[in-house]
């Protein structure tokens, strides 16, 4: 199947796989060790599913304000992404 | 006793997994696939990086679309929530009325986007419209087409005329499960008009004024075909919206990548203002605040 009209790139493939596995991961890790949903610092309800939305978008504009303060690339914004998604997994 | 257990039920869902990739998810992934690169045309891509995500945390015209979306988006808010609040408190309760007020609250709800648009655009106009040629006769200088102020007055009470029945309705509904023996007991206690209101109606009505907000402000920050239809985004770039400067840089320009990376931006904003709206919502609930 010729799919190159796509213009797919394999930066967006890897992007995306990497998405794709830690869906897996935390699939696997809920059924493995199931967690019931908790009060962080937030004051909010959350299941690891929701640590996961709120690291991943949090991540999202971290990286667009390191673009606007410091423009790419990006090595340092995505160092303090891994330390606040380990933050709000830890206390959120 | 033995369970019998078997997954074999998930396979019903396949379809519409495979449905909604190929209709939302795969769509969005090419958006981000092509936020990364940059065309010509004739389906030649090129690799630009993260360079149009740069262009667009630093654009000038994206910061005043955006500006102008969220003004846009809480002067509606600001006039909608309590207006609809006021007329659902001043709808009738019971008779043959209630049916009658019912309808025609839901007359503009029924009215097509591009059509709500296309009565203002006629209604304001300067030399047929009733709106525009009354208020000429009456000595004010109101021209949406001219006038930054007149443009915006003209696109914010199109959507307060649009949507403020979905308010009211929502809050007549919220309205009606209040029980009479609140009132009888309010009345009791001697309860004046506002505190019967403040910790009797207000509270009931929680629930659905949330929705009402969620809907309003989602659906107003998406705004696209009323104002375009009314306004084209002008005078200048006064009423140009988030979702009207992407149409004109996606289709308009053909700018396919700085486009994606600007809707990726605009998705990830609502996301994060949708995401905040229902964690609100929903830890409220559960208070019971």
């Not at chain 2, 505190?195 to 109606?201: H, M």
């Not at chain 2, 509270?203 to 929705?211: A, D, Q, S």
């Not at chain 2, 840089?249 to 931006?265: C, E, H, K, R």
Request: glycine share 8%; charged share 10%.
């Amino acid at each position: 199947m010729d799919l190159s009209w796509m213009a797919w790139t394999w930066q967006t493939a890897l992007f995306f796989s990497l998405i794709f596995l830690t869906l897996v991961g935390m699939g696997v890790w809920s059924i493995k060790a199931p967690q019931a949903p908790r009060l962080g610092i937030l004051r909010i309800e959350t299941t690891p599913g929701d640590r996961l939305f709120i690291s991943l978008l949090g991540s999202a504009f971290i990286c667009l304000g390191w673009l606007a303060a410091f423009g790419s690339p990006l090595w340092w914004a995505v160092l303090i992404c891994l330390v606040y998604a380990f933050a709000v997994f830890r206390w959120v | 006793m033995n369970k019998t257990w078997n997954n074999k039920a998930w396979w019903m869902v396949l379809p519409v997994v495979l449905l909604v990739a190929f209709s939302a998810v795969i769509p969005l992934m090419t958006v981000v696939n092509y936020s990364v690169q940059d065309t010509f045309g004739n389906n030649q891509f090129f690799w630009a990086g993260l360079q149009w995500f740069e262009e667009i945390v630093n654009s000038e015209r994206f910061h005043a679309a955006l500006g102008r979306q969220f003004i846009f988006s809480a002067v509606i808010l600001a006039i909608e929530i309590p207006l609809g609040i006021l007329i659902a408190m001043n709808m009738p309760k019971k008779g043959w009325a209630v049916p009658v007020c019912l309808v025609l609250m839901s007359l503009p709800l029924l009215i097509p986007w591009n059509v709500v648009g296309t009565i203002w655009q006629i209604f304001g106009r300067v030399d047929i419209g009733l709106l525009g040629a009354a208020a000429n006769k009456l000595g004010i200088d109101y021209n949406y087409t001219r006038d930054i102020g007149d443009a915006w007055f003209t696109v914010v009470i199109m959507d307060v005329w649009h949507w403020t029945s979905l308010v009211a309705l929502l809050c007549y509904a919220g309205l009606q499960s209040i029980p009479e023996a609140y009132y009888q007991a309010a009345r009791i206690d001697g309860a004046s008009g506002w505190a019967v209101f403040r910790y009797i109606q207000l509270p009931k009505m929680r629930g659905v004024l949330l929705i009402a907000v969620l809907l309003r402000f989602m659906d107003s920050f998406m705004i696209y075909t009323e104002p375009f239809v009314v306004t084209g985004g002008g005078p200048g770039n006064a009423t140009t919206f988030l979702s009207i400067d992407l149409v004109k840089m996606a289709i308009g320009q053909f700018d396919l990548g700085p486009a994606a990376a600007f809707s990726l931006v605009y998705f990830l904003i609502i996301l994060l203002l949708s995401w905040v709206f229902y964690t609100v919502m929903t830890n409220l609930d559960k208070q019971g605040r």
